[in-house]
């Protein structure tokens, strides 16, 4: 008969904490989009990661909280990708 592995904390639990962490994420990523369209701004997904949202909020005249709000946003994304 072979070993049997056991996972550190369970499968269960990894597989809760990684959902959570996605959820995390695109709580984040859906934050971003609010604040810019907020201001007027469309910013396809997939530019989250480029910089692209913090020039936006930049260019936009996004009030000085709302450009904190994306800039925290977008660390969480890039912590979590």
Known sequence: MGAVVLWPGGLRERLNRRAHLIRMRT???????????????????????????????????????????IAEALAVIDILA
């Open 27 to 69: 709580t984040a990523k859906n934050r971003v989009l609010g604040a810019l369209s907020h201001g007027g701004l469309r910013i396809p997904v997939q530019t989250l990661g480029t910089g692209e949202a913090m020039g936006s909020s930049s260019s936009a005249a996004c009030p000085p909280d709302r450009r904190r709000s």
